[in-house]
């Protein structure tokens, strides 16, 4: 597992694990389901050491690490592929209840690329996720730039994108708390950001797809975000003007 690659970073938030909760069998099953060729078959050990599941499902079902699922991969280094989740005890929202999140990643090639948006409805729809995203390796960095922390007299992110708030001042865990690549939105998570809106998201909406649950699967530019391209990120600019309540900018 030591090769390296471009990669499509895919996070889904959820309500926390419950008792014997299925979700993290559906998670994995719609993954495979969802990107062609795909088993997540293995783990690895502490020293990267590829480790055969020969009762994978099982040992997923038994196996709640962090009160989550432990790690999986494929077994191919040339095109990697990893699942797992975890509950974050610090909350997505003000109110700091405890949450239930998925990290994928794919890689940033022509299969991964097409792949991408049938894993994030898979991966969110099996979660049973409130919001989540699609970002490349690229832009993760900048993200991270955006958010304001205490103590920041004159937060000024890059590229002209907008300052966020962290998480506990974020009025509602349905409001995301920044934008991706493509993002999934629940249909609590639509109705509180005001999307869709036919006359303001004609162009979104042609890029965009509904879930069988009622949620949202929005793609802002055709090709993965690359804030170097002025087109992509104009688009990334236009869509936080439209949605200002993402990253808690505004109250719903």
């Not at 990267?48 to 494929?74: K, M, S, Y």
């Not at 958010?147 to 007299?153: E, T």
């Not at 708030?165 to 934008?179: C, G, N, R």
């Not at 993965?224 to 719903?252: C, M, Q, V």
Request: aromatic share 8%; glycine share 8%; proline share 8%.
């Amino acid at each position: 597992m030591a090769a390296t690659q471009n990669s499509l970073h895919l996070i889904v938030y959820a309500p926390a694990l419950v008792g014997d909760d299925g979700r993290p069998l559906a998670i994995v099953h719609g993954m495979e389901r969802a990107v062609p060729g795909l088993r997540l078959g293995w783990t690895t050990s502490e020293k990267d050491d590829l480790i055969a599941l020969p009762h994978r499902d099982e040992w997923v079902t038994t196996n709640r690490t962090d009160n989550g699922f432990p790690f999986l991969c494929n077994d191919d280094e040339n095109r990697v592929m990893t699942l797992t989740g975890w509950e974050n005890a610090r909350g997505l929202a003000a109110d700091m209840t405890p949450h239930f999140e998925v990290h994928a990643t794919l890689p940033q090639d022509e299969a991964g690329i097409a792949a991408a948006a049938d894993a994030l409805e898979a991966v969110a729809e099996g979660a049973r996720a409130i919001w989540g995203r699609v970002l490349p390796d690229s832009v993760a960095e900048t993200v991270a730039q955006q958010f304001r922390h205490p103590g920041d007299a004159a937060h000024i992110p890059p590229k002209g994108l907008p300052s966020l708030k962290l998480s506990w001042d974020i009025p509602a865990p349905e409001i995301p708390h920044y934008l991706g690549w493509l993002n999934y939105w629940s249909s609590a998570t639509a109705r509180a950001i005001g999307f869709p809106d036919p006359a303001r998201d004609a162009d979104l909406l042609s890029r965009s797809r509904r879930t069988t649950t009622g949620g949202w699967v929005v793609r802002l530019t055709d090709a993965p975000l690359d804030l170097d391209n002025p087109a992509h990120l104009d688009a990334l600019k236009r869509a936080y003007e439209r949605f200002p309540e993402i990253g808690g900018r505004s109250t719903p």
